[in-house]
């Protein structure tokens, strides 16, 4: 049983900065790809991130690149999203997930076989 888990969600105001952490189990995690999503309140869920399994290649949604950052270490089972110059528009439950095979986008939800149970991110105007 693979357990995923967020931390650090929060309000912040727009501009600031919040880094959310990824704790997953599990003695194979170096061999999933992890990424990043989030669903704000009536939409539906959308990519925000992911990186390989080695953290050698990160992949972005074009409406966080160069404003957010994903990196893993292995050894800790962990992995984060640092998301600076926070705009309203980030304001979304953002979810945790592996991909622990071989698939075939990074992008796509369904390709995620765990998932945590969400953190909140709010951000003010």
């Known amino acids: 049983q693979v357990q995923v888990v967020e931390y650090g969600g929060g309000l912040m105001q727009a501009g600031g900065s919040l880094r959310l952490s990824c704790a997953a189990s599990g003695d194979t995690f170096s061999t999933y790809a992890m990424g990043w999503f989030r669903q704000a309140h009536g939409k539906e869920r959308e990519f925000v991130a992911a990186?390989?399994?080695?953290?050698?290649?990160?992949y972005y949604a074009d409406s966080v690149k160069g404003r957010f950052t994903i990196s893993r270490d292995n050894a800790k089972n962990t992995v984060w999203l640092q998301m600076n110059s926070l705009k309203p528009e980030d304001t979304a439950v953002y979810y945790c997930?592996?991909?622990?095979?071989?698939?075939?986008?990074?992008?796509?939800?369904?390709?995620?076989?765990?998932w945590g149970q969400g953190t909140q991110v709010t951000v003010s105007s």
């Open positions: 997930a592996a991909r622990p095979y071989s698939g075939t986008s990074y992008y796509t939800a369904d390709e995620y076989d765990y």
């Open positions: 990186i390989n399994w080695s953290g050698t290649t990160t």
